[in-house]
Structures are given as structure tokens and as C-alpha cells.
């Protein structure tokens, strides 16, 4: 079983779009992230909730909207793309008595 | 603010090659350190941890890391490298207090058969 599934894998769209990513984990996880990994392979936190509340928040425009309708997943809702968002987003997820870090297969968004 | 360096940006080494790649950070608390490895195409992959204890700890597939807090540096090393070791890698530091976690700009290996 997949811990952290992360869906679309792909996901192609035009300036202006409205897109969501979903992010699932099965780990009864508290904590759970978005990462967004440019074509640099910068790996940068976006946003994170622990126990469906916003702990972390970057400096990320606004039209990146994360949810968290439970503490098992967390969706990325993206309105108004641009070329710039085209990138790799990962989703993670963390909890236990040791903080580990486990990763989502990514979804490559790719902006036209 | 908190950081984590890594200097090597991009490594090429012949196979057989031993390996060290560099990570430094800037916390002065107690800190739990990682290293991952993201394949071509693939997610971000767990190669080894460290908490507390003995500061050499072993990960997966050959990789070892030494953690020495008086320089505040998690070295990985793996003394003999495969093709198959060509990757990303990245270096991450998690703060004892917190959830949030703290990540190197990685380093790309590229493994010459």
C-alpha cells in the first residue's frame, strides 16, 4: 500500500486554469506538507497542517490555497496558473515519536 | 532563520569512486538530521537518519553519515559508488521542537560507468 499517494501525477493545463492536486496518506500521520521542486531541483516547503490546522505558511501567493478536510489528507487547490507555477509539487507526510519525512511520488505541473 | 548548505552542487565520479558529500547547518539546539535521495523521475527517498547516539549511523545501500555537532555537519559518505548511486541528494535538519523541516538545495551524482 502506497503511504503517501499524491494525485494527478501529470497534470497539463493553461494560463488562467483553476487546478487542485490530491495528497492521501495512510500513516496516521499528524502533520502533513506541500513542496514545490523547481527545474533547478530546489526543494521548497510551501505549506504545512498539523491536525487539519495551518502550521506553517511561506511566502506563497494566495492563489495557492491548501485543505485539509482531515488529518489524513491535504489537497492543493491552485487558481489563476501561471508559467511560473510549472513545477514539481510533492506532498509529505510526518508523525510518530521520531519525525520522519515521507514523500509523495510528486505531480509535474506543467503550465502552457 | 535556520539553514542547511550543502557546497557540492553537482558531483560526477567514475564508478568505484568513494563519496562525500558535504551538509552543514545552522541551528545551535537539538536537532534530528536526514539525508534523501530522489532518483531520475522519482519521489524524495529515505537513505538514512540520525537522532541521537552514535554519530556515525548506516543507512541503506552502502551510505554512511557522521554527525559531528562541533561543526554543526552531517557529511554523507559511501566509500565505493555504482552507476545506480546516480541521484539527487539532499540533506535535511529537523528541529526537536518542531515539525518543521529544514532542507539543503541538494546535490546532484552523476555515476560514470
Known amino acids: 500500500d502506497t503511504a503517501v499517494s499524491q494525485t494527478p501525477k501529470y497534470l497539463v493545463t493553461q494560463m488562467g486554469n483553476d487546478k487542485s492536486i490530491k495528497c492521501e496518506q495512510n500513516?496516521?500521520?499528524?502533520?502533513m506538507y506541500w513542496y514545490k521542486q523547481d527545474s533547478k531541483k530546489f526543494l521548497k516547503i510551501m505549506f504545512s497542517?498539523?491536525?487539519?490546522?495551518?502550521?506553517i505558511n511561506e511566502t506563497v501567493p494566495n492563489r495557492f490555497s491548501p485543505k485539509s478536510p482531515d488529518k489524513a489528507h491535504l489537497n492543493l487547490h491552485i487558481n489563476s496558473l501561471e508559467l511560473g507555477d510549472s513545477a514539481v509539487y510533492f506532498c509529505?507526510?510526518?508523525?510518530?515519536?521520531?519525525?520522519?519525512?515521507?514523500f509523495g511520488a510528486g505531480t509535474r505541473l506543467s503550465v502552457l | 532563520a535556520q539553514s542547511v548548505s550543502q557546497h557540492n552542487h553537482h558531483v560526477i565520479l567514475s564508478e568505484a569512486a568513494s563519496l562525500e558529500l558535504g551538509c552543514n547547518y545552522s541551528y545551535g539546539g537539538t536537532v534530528n538530521l536526514f539525508w534523501y535521495v530522489q532518483y531520475p523521475g522519482q519521489h524524495l527517498q529515505l537513505l538514512l537518519k540520525y537522532f541521537s547516539g552514535d554519530p556515525l549511523v548506516k543507512g541503506i545501500k552502502g551510505f554512511e553519515a557522521e554527525f559531528i555537532k562541533s561543526k554543526f555537519s552531517f557529511n554523507l559518505r559511501k566509500p565505493s559508488v555504482q552507476w545506480s548511486d546516480t541521484a539527487e541528494y539532499f540533506c535535511?535538519?529537523?528541529?526537536?521542537?518542531?515539525?518543521?523541516?529544514?532542507f539543503g538545495t541538494g546535490t546532484s551524482l552523476t555515476v560514470i560507468p
Open positions: 497542517y498539523n491536525n487539519k490546522e495551518l502550521i
Open positions: 535535511a535538519v529537523n528541529l526537536n521542537t518542531g515539525n518543521q523541516f529544514y
Open positions: 500513516l496516521g500521520h499528524d502533520t
Open positions: 509529505a507526510s510526518s508523525g510518530g515519536f521520531k519525525n520522519i519525512q515521507y
